[in-house]
């Protein structure tokens, strides 16, 4: 059985004295496919958040690629985390004044020391895996072109490929097709399971009908809480449609996932 790269129990993450997240227990094995799906405000971002460190549990455990987050984790710590944690967000976080190759590099600088993480004076062999990367999404043309002059698709190609040059073992996607229109989504969405080959991916996906695409195993989050979690091939689409589904008094619907796995018996 492949080891646990994410090890949650009990979490439970507070800010301005709200509880974003309550999740009783989530593992997620080495080189799964997981799609998290849920309202806005669900706490899918905020769970994405925690498994990179920058928001650590208020009650709990949450260990990350055998790391426990919590108050006992060190700055050094925490960078080492976060070098083999890539992430691939909706605002993208490139630097837009630079190149597109320079942005890919920006992947390498957690394996870079000394005098060449700030005057950018790159290594041949890093300039070299940069071209790779930026070949494998289909974007080496506009290698010297500065970010702010891509279009939205290839920004994000871009971000992909500065995540390949990172080698990460976990990869964390919010909503990497967001604003993208469908065939370019769907591009984004293949390109990203192409690059995560050998690693784990956390994808937060809003479209249904990219989930093929980018999962194996779904979880539903509603409310800060898990109510669903099984193989992609056993979500209904009336299972997400009851997720989607505000509710009158906003409790919890007891979705077929979650009646399973604590006995209770799903509402009709």
């Known amino acids: 059985m492949n080891p646990l790269v994410?090890?949650?129990?009990?979490?439970?993450?507070?800010?301005?004295g709200r509880t974003l997240l309550d999740l009783q227990r989530l593992q997620v094995r080495a080189g799964e496919r997981i799609a998290v799906v849920g309202h806005n405000g669900a706490g899918k971002s905020t769970l994405l958040r925690c498994l990179s460190g920058f928001m650590l549990p208020t009650r709990g455990r949450a260990a990350v690629l055998g790391r426990r987050l919590d108050g006992t984790l060190s700055a050094r710590e925490l960078r080492a985390l976060r070098?083999?944690?890539?992430?691939?967000?909706?605002?993208?976080?490139?630097?837009?004044?630079?190149?597109?190759l320079d942005n890919v590099l920006i992947g390498a600088l957690g394996r870079v020391h000394g005098w060449r993480g700030w005057t950018r004076i790159h290594r041949a062999g890093d300039v070299a895996e940069a071209e790779s990367a930026l070949a494998a999404v289909g974007v080496l043309a506009k290698a010297e072109q500065r970010a702010d002059r891509l279009s939205g698709g290839e920004?994000?190609?871009?971000?992909?490929?500065?995540?390949?040059?990172?080698?990460?073992?976990?990869?964390?996607?919010?909503?990497?097709?967001?604003?993208?229109?469908?065939l370019a989504a769907a591009e984004i969405c293949s390109l990203l399971a192409r690059a995560a080959q050998g690693a784990t991916l956390i994808t937060v996906v809003h479209n249904p009908s990219l989930l093929p695409l980018l999962a194996d195993r779904v979880v539903g989050l509603k409310l800060g809480r898990i109510v669903f979690d099984q193989p992609l091939a056993d979500v209904s689409d009336a299972e997400?449609?009851?997720?989607?589904r505000p509710d009158d008094?906003?409790?919890?619907?007891?979705?077929?996932?979650?009646?399973r796995a604590t006995g209770m018996q799903a509402s009709p």
């Open 155 to 182: 920004r994000q190609k871009v971000a992909i490929a500065r995540m390949l040059m990172q080698r990460p073992r976990l990869i964390l996607a919010d909503e990497p097709t967001a604003s993208l229109d469908p």
């Open 249 to 259: 008094d906003g409790a919890l619907w007891p979705l077929a996932g979650a009646a």
């Open 83 to 100: 070098i083999e944690v890539g992430q691939v967000m909706q605002g993208l976080h490139l630097v837009q004044r630079l190149s597109a």
């Open 6 to 16: 994410v090890d949650i129990e009990h979490l439970v993450c507070q800010a301005g």
């Open 240 to 244: 997400l449609a009851r997720l989607y």
